[in-house]
DNA sequence: TAGATTGTTAATCGATTAACAATC
DNA sequence: TAGATTGTTAATCGATTAACAATC
């Protein structure tokens, strides 16, 4: 059992808004008890979708790729289904269990092996080319972490990681609470 | 020159939002003009604090360590004081212009070399102790990779890259905006 | 039953937008 | 001067909080 005024806690809000936001989607709780933890992570499973395995595909193993692809090995609602890199060197060896491949063979692949997401770790100039392919293959999310200017297409929900963004921010701030 | 439509759409949002935003810091546009570039630039770089370079140190060069080690070298407005991990193996070596330093060092290091940023890319167990090192170290803002539950000391900034939420909260945007 | 905590309503607060006077 | 766009005010909208009836 864990009660709202914990998870608000837990997520820096407050126990009214952690309340209010489960409730929009439903009744999860027990008055006078609180939540049950069990049920209420396959409830907002349910809610996100990863109730059952998403499969993803990830675009480019350098340092970073192959840091993602060994830690999103370990995530149990993520299915890997295949990893890509322009190089020819790197074809055919292994990330964990998960086998490079060329990146000429991510259209081809998605039609066999369709992926919900894809994740984007490639320097900035080949990215719009590789967003049209996973976009043509049907792929509905793309998380990338190089961030040049794109045409999203239609359809299509992407998302940055500016981790330099972040550390500017992060700088602001704790100057600002500094003060 | 920009105009506050313009950045509006390269921002997701709305020009009357970004002249009140940027108005709350000064007066940076002029009236029938917009917005000079240049010194655009140079106020929010002032207003973020990163019109000096900010010295940051890096824990954790494995994987995803190296990549954000080579990636900041090339982020003009920080400076890699230091980077540091465990394994004896890599000491000494170098990512770019940055040699590898025993982690231990981290706090005589702090001392000599005052960091205003941490970054956090080892695996959950160790970051605790690197935390308070860090803290004590005077180091006021840390980005960690590391999702392990944290005592955050006093007057420190802490925030969490999370790739899996990420994907967790992309897969469901993009599943909400298909419908 | 008494105590506790949810779900929800109404009240508050803050953020966004619309609109326009100021002015380049 | 005419046209354009900022900076800012007032109006709107949405999000958060406070409070409490429902109920475990």
Redesign the pocket.
Known sequence: MV???QLARRCG?????V??D??YFG?????????RVESLIDSIEKILGINKPVGLVLIGVGNLGSAILRYLQSVPYFTILGAFDRDQKKWGKKVGRIEILPVLSLGDFLREHPAELGVIAIPPDGVQDVVNTLSEGGVKGVLSFALSELEVPEGMVLQFVDIAAELEFLYYKANKSKK
């Not at 009744?27 to 939540?35: L, N, V």
Request: overall charge positive; aromatic content about 10%.
């Open positions: 009660r709202s005024g809000t407050s126990a009214s808004l309340r209010k489960l409730s009744g999860f709780g027990i008055k006078g008890k609180g939540y």
